[in-house]
């Protein structure tokens, strides 16, 4: 999917699809723009993707949580080359301070603070096994 065929969708669309608003859509990508021209000015290899559809490329990974290969394949470009592209993303947006979140300290003297909580996933903490839980194993399965 790559962001010449998002240009027909309006609105709510193109909110549900890439989960923000055309505007913000719009001023990420002024950043964006700032951001390869400090990069380019030392040099080095032009990238595949504009940048539309490197934004795209990221907003696709944080609103999907799909893998770096499974973006790839959309956007024909390598695993790796997908990584790239939505580290630099998220490493211009945030260093612009424009959508940075506000620290903690801010957030616990609001006085109207509204917190988010992410929940995911963790791995399950089992025990693991001692050498003598395994030779016990051992023998008990041979008699």
């Known amino acids: 999917m790559y962001f010449e065929e998002l240009t027909a969708l309006q ?5 549900r699809l890439t989960g923000v608003k055309r505007p913000t859509f719009e001023r990420m990508l002024e950043i964006l723009k700032a951001g390869e021209l ?8 032009p990238n595949h993707l504009s940048l539309e ?3 795209l ?3 696709c ?6 893998t770096y290969f499974h973006i790839g394949v959309d956007f024909n470009v390598s695993e ?3 990584y790239r592209n939505v580290v630099w993303v998220e490493k211009c947006l945030v260093e612009s301070k424009v959508f940075a979140l506000p ?11 509204e917190i988010l909580i992410d929940v995911s996933e963790s791995p399950i903490e089992r025990p693991q096994k001692s050498r003598s839980v395994i030779i016990r194993e051992r023998k008990s399965a041979t008699r």
Request: some cysteine; charged content about 35%; aromatic content about 10%.
């Open 103 to 113: 620290g903690r300290g801010k957030l616990q003297n609001a006085e109207n603070a």
């Open 53 to 55: 559809n490197r934004l």
């Open 61 to 66: 990974y944080w609103r999907e949580y799909r």
């Open 57 to 59: 490329m990221a907003l």
């Open 80 to 82: 790796s080359a997908c």
């Open 11 to 15: 609105g709510k669309e193109f909110r």
């Open 38 to 45: 400090l990069q380019k000015a030392r040099g080095g290899r």
